[in-house]
């Protein structure tokens, strides 16, 4: 059954279903060296890769297995990343969510206040009891975007990527609807 991709605002952003006008912006994010470092892919290198990450969307959403989200800054409707909620389980009301923000929006709150907007959602419209993540352990940035949205750290999958020969372990956390449910009160 198909999933509706929603639109959700927060005070500074705009998180909306792609279009063809995201297109370079989402290669230019994709294709960042920096951006990617602790990524499970390389960074693109072949412009065929944007077709194949719009067919995702696309088939994510018909699939009704989750949706993905660009985020758009309020104040000038820039681009500034994407948000995912994938994997979408309602026989086991179990979900994936991932990120991936430009830069320039690193340490200023975008990439909190975006999944937080789409756990939001998630949790009031899909039924969910757990939200899984994971992060590279040498991304201390998003595990503390994690943690601020009361992710709890489960595990460490030990040499789980290998991406150009580099070797990489990953943190695996979890966040429950009770727990959600506790800190989100009086959150918008």
Request: with cysteine.
């Amino acid at each position: 059954m198909p999933l509706a991709t929603p639109t959700l605002s927060t005070d500074r952003l705009r998180l909306r279903p792609f279009d063809d006008g995201d297109r370079e912006a989402i290669y230019a994010l994709q294709s960042d060296a920096h951006v990617l470092r602790y990524w499970d892919s390389p960074p693109w290198a072949d412009r065929s890769r944007i077709d194949a990450f719009f067919d995702r969307c696309r088939r994510m959403a018909d699939e009704g297995t989750g949706v993905r989200l660009a985020v758009d800054r309020a104040s000038d409707g820039a681009f500034i990343g994407w948000c995912t909620l994938g994997s979408w389980n309602p026989e086991y009301r179990s979900a994936e969510i991932g990120y991936c923000f430009v830069q320039d929006s690193w340490g200023k709150g975008c990439a909190t206040e975006a999944a937080r907007a789409l756990l939001t959602w998630a949790f009031a419209t899909l039924d969910l009891n757990r939200v899984q993540a994971e992060a590279d352990t040498r991304n201390i940035g998003s595990a503390r975007v994690l943690e601020k949205l009361g992710f709890v750290r489960e595990g460490t999958l030990r040499e789980d990527c290998i991406v150009d020969g580099d070797v990489s372990d990953t943190w695996v956390y979890g966040l429950l609807r009770r727990d959600w449910d506790g800190r989100s009160e009086g959150r918008g």
